[in-house]
């Protein structure tokens, strides 16, 4: 007769041999994730300068550059990336629910910077001066937007968070990956220490957490994209980076409140509202048993009880 008896994870990863043991290791997997990323960023970065641009103009060759770009990176997550490490994972279903959760993040990271406009305009800190050209639309919508939303979030939630959260566990990742994210903006245009810092803890939590509650990109994708676009809509440096947007504004004031140069990032109100979203998320997380323990101490469980 069959023997039909469950084999437990544990049980499972002893008759893995050691090199399929060493390959699906966390670190080698994000390590291999990461280059595959960054090989297909690069060939994106040449079809750009060699194809794309020369064929279309600087205009709609910055558009299509884009597209190559998460096309690229699609193809190798799709391809290679999904199948690394030793629990197999889609990040970036094509579904329905990848249509959901990318129009509630980007609702959800418009109204998450709205609040902080607001609220810098309760205090002073924020003033509407007339209209502008809008002549970065470009930048705006596919910049700021669709490359940083999907890019960023690929390579610093759906790798490094991913991976590190297989090994250290779901709280340890979240403050690597933040603190990685945020320091990333080091040499942004009017960076600070602060604005790194505080770019770590709110955006840190919040687009970690999207992705660790639905154990998606998507969520985490239009929250980023919302948030950039609508704030530069605003007149709001995005992270650093001027833009000229349909409203022409101003900030004065306070660096807590004003953000200085770096914008409203670097503000209590972004720190106050992002984070509180986040952290309520996490919340959420914690209650449906979305929370990964260390390797060191789930003792044969699975890696995850989604």
């Known amino acids: 007769m069959e023997d039909t008896t469950p084999i437990s994870p544990a049980a499972a990863g002893e008759n893995r041999s050691v090199w399929l043991r060493i390959w699906q290791f966390p670190l080698i997997a994000m390590a291999v994730a990461l280059a595959l990323v960054v090989g297909a960023a690069y060939l994106a970065a040449l079809a750009g300068q060699h194809l794309v641009y020369p064929a279309l103009g600087e205009t709609a060759g910055g558009i299509?550059?884009?597209?190559?770009?998460?096309?690229?990176?699609?193809?190798?997550?799709?391809?290679?990336?999904?199948?690394?490490?030793?629990?197999?994972?889609?990040?970036?279903?094509?579904?329905?629910?990848?249509?959901?959760?990318?129009?509630?993040?980007?609702?959800?990271?418009?109204?998450?910077i709205s609040i902080c406009v607001g609220l810098a305009a309760l205090f002073g800190a924020y003033r509407i001066a007339g209209s502008d050209d809008f002549a970065d639309w470009m930048t705006i919508i596919f910049l700021f937007g669709l490359y940083a939303g999907f890019f960023e979030e690929l390579l610093i939630r759906g790798i490094i968070l991913r991976w590190l959260e297989e090994l250290t566990g779901t709280w340890i990742a979240l403050v690597i990956s933040a603190l990685i994210f945020g320091f990333l903006h080091g040499g942004n245009d009017n960076a600070t220490f602060f604005s790194s810092l505080a770019i770590a803890i709110e955006a840190g939590v919040l687009l970690g957490a999207a992705y660790v509650l639905t154990r998606s990109l998507w969520l985490a994708i239009g929250l980023h994209a919302g948030w950039n676009v609508v704030q530069a809509l605003w007149d709001v440096p995005v992270s650093g980076n001027a833009t000229s947007g349909p409203i022409a504004a101003t900030l004065e004031g306070p660096m807590l409140l004003a953000g200085g140069g770096f914008g409203l990032e670097a503000t209590i109100f972004a720190l106050v509202v992002a984070t509180g979203a986040g952290i309520w998320m996490l919340v959420l997380a914690s209650r449906r048993g979305r929370i990964v323990k260390p390797m060191w101490s789930r003792k044969g469980e699975a890696i995850t009880a989604y």
């Open 64 to 112: 299509a550059s884009v597209f190559v770009l998460i096309a690229l990176c699609m193809l190798a997550y799709k391809l290679i990336i999904r199948r690394l490490g030793a629990k197999k994972h889609d990040d970036l279903p094509l579904n329905l629910r990848a249509v959901r959760d990318v129009t509630a993040g980007f609702g959800g990271g418009a109204i998450l």
